[in-house]
């Protein structure tokens, strides 16, 4: 062969070798200005079952492919979205909502309240959504714009649930196929789901809103060490890291602390194992944490703040009742308690007949040792991190705790029996009805420390009787009302530990408007202000 060709073809293989290289990430992604490439777990994570509203896509979150009837503000009020007005009567149990008549579907069908109503009637019926209809007995369309929702008891909450539930075509859904290709009237629409990678959406130019600047949008199903190295290598506009990541400098990035209303604690089974099962047949109560010694000492010989410095990476703020401090029914009785008291704890276990008779460092009574295992999220570091520093600080007071790294499928069956490491946090207060309420013990993630309470009970009833603003105090009482209540103060049903706060790296190029960013709910909602996002300089090419 003539050395000349031999020549080229080396070069032509080197060329190939660089090339491929490049497009397996050796430098970063090109795009264009008017593209986002956004590594965002933190947002829903990769839908099971598509993007589907009515199956789970998206709780608590801008669904971006679907329109939603009323949407959430910075200062957590409501304003119109594809409502014109809405109204509810004296108890709350009807609501009517008027809605726009100039919205079209991507698939160029109208929107109107039939189409409204068929999702509500959908998301009641199939029970998927992590959103609580179960007070909705019906909607219906009164005509093309008039929607009237019926509820089975008083509930003035279910105005929340018009900020979340993405709408969808009545007469073309089907909850087989709807998931893997989406119609909406949202800000984007569908383009390519790549499962277990990414989802591709383009700008709806028919939407009838404030119409965001990106012309595509790359959503990665990356999380941790994933999403933090595509960060550095420049492969994506915004990448949601763990706060372990929160202090690391990646170049050409910076990194945003975002406010939220996420807190996470342990549940605390108050009642004892005697052989009752969930529906499921999975065990109801645990005989170390029935005892509420065992839950006080915990409430109160736990430091939140070494917690908030350590697991938390420095970014946390203590917690005592689950309610964020930045939400307007948060009990300042209740966050006001005085923790990290190992005396105190030591006291109220040895005061309930919890003594170390066997020198081993941990307590018992009755033959039964002090000993809890708490399962938490393998994904999650700060539940981790949390549920061993729990552990670490539990042991100076006598009280063992075995920390179990899990997956939820497995943390099925323990939910009514062990603790749990939570997140929970969100603007509607009704999941405060989900996590106390008496009546929803045992059914599936409802209230897993089996608390019975009734004066919790006909504090979460008389507030969903009650106008919004009127309610807070109602809510507020849930953790404690001067006599009883789920906090530290009363039953110390849970072990809640600290608000936390979301970490987003964000190419220096781009401006996500923190200004305009609402409070960040559990699971994070990353694009609620995407209408708001601009650059500010070019991409580096």
């Not at 492969?235 to 929160?246: G, I, R, S, T």
């Not at 170390?356 to 009755?366: C, L, Q, R, W, Y």
């Not at 909602?525 to 580096?540: A, C, K, L, P, Q």
Request: charged share 20%; proline share 4%; no cysteine.
């Amino acid at each position: 062969m003539d050395s000349k060709y031999l020549i080229g073809i080396v070069a032509v293989i080197i060329i190939a070798v660089i090339a491929g290289a490049v497009l397996m990430g050796g430098s970063s992604t090109h795009r264009a200005d008017d593209e986002l490439v956004v590594a965002a777990y933190s947002h829903g994570g990769e839908p099971e079952a598509g993007f589907d509203p009515i199956l789970g896509w998206n709780y608590l979150a801008e669904p971006l492919i679907q329109s939603t009837l009323l949407k959430m503000t910075p200062n957590m009020e409501y304003k119109n979205d594809l409502a014109t007005s809405w109204k509810a009567n004296s108890n709350f149990t009807q609501y009517t909502v008027n809605i726009r008549d100039d919205v079209k579907f991507t698939d160029n069908t109208t929107l109107d309240a039939e189409d409204v109503a068929f999702t509500y009637n959908e998301a009641a019926k199939n029970g998927a959504s992590d959103l609580d209809f179960t007070s909705l007995k019906n909607a219906t369309a009164k005509n093309s714009t008039t929607v009237v929702f019926d509820l089975n008891r008083p509930d003035s909450t279910f105005v929340d649930k018009f900020a979340y539930l993405g709408i969808v075509p009545s007469d073309s859904y089907n909850n087989n196929t709807y998931g893997s290709h989406p119609v909406g009237s949202g800000p984007y629409k569908f383009v390519q789901w790549d499962k277990g990678q990414q989802v591709i959406l383009e700008k709806n130019n028919d939407y009838y809103g404030k119409q965001p600047e990106f012309k595509k949008l790359t959503i990665l199903f990356e999380m941790n060490d994933a999403a933090f190295n595509s960060a550095k290598k420049h492969e994506v506009d915004v990448a949601a890291v763990p706060l372990a990541y929160a202090n690391e400098t990646v170049d050409g990035y910076k990194m945003n602390l975002l406010d939220t209303i996420d807190v996470r604690g342990l549940s605390l089974p108050v009642v004892n194992d005697t052989g009752n099962k969930t529906a499921d047949g999975n065990p109801i109560g645990n005989n170390v944490t029935g005892d509420k010694a065992i839950r006080e000492a915990l409430s109160y010989g736990i430091n939140r703040t070494t917690i908030a410095k350590g697991a938390l990476n420095g970014f946390g703020y203590p917690n005592f009742d689950g309610i964020a401090h930045q939400l307007p029914w948060a009990n300042a009785q209740v966050n006001n308690i005085s923790d990290g008291n190992v005396t105190q704890a030591k006291k109220i276990l040895s005061d309930a007949g919890w003594k170390d008779t066997d020198g081993d460092g941990i307590v018992e009574k009755n033959g039964t040792k002090a000993s809890i295992n708490v399962y938490y999220s393998a994904e999650a570091s700060e539940r981790q991190a949390i549920a061993v520093t729990l552990a670490e600080q539990a042991k100076e007071f006598g009280i063992e705790i075995n920390a179990i790294g899990s997956n939820w499928d497995e943390m099925d069956s323990h939910v009514n029996s062990d603790p749990i490491v939570w997140g929970w946090g969100s603007t509607d207060p009704s999941t405060m009805y989900n996590q106390y309420y008496s009546n929803l013990s045992g059914h599936e993630y409802s209230n897993p420390a089996s608390v019975n309470n009734s004066a919790v009970d006909g504090h979460i009833n008389n507030a969903m009787k009650m106008d919004r603003n009127s309610s807070y105090s109602e809510w507020s009482a849930v953790s404690w009302d001067g006599s009883t209540g789920i906090s530290p103060l009363g039953d110390a049903a849970w072990l809640w530990v600290g608000e936390i706060k979301y970490g987003y790296y964000v190419d220096d190029s781009l401006d996500i408007s923190e200004k305009t960013a609402l409070l960040q709910p559990h699971g994070g909602d990353i694009f609620s202000n995407i209408y708001d996002w601009h650059r500010v300089s070019s991409i580096e090419k």
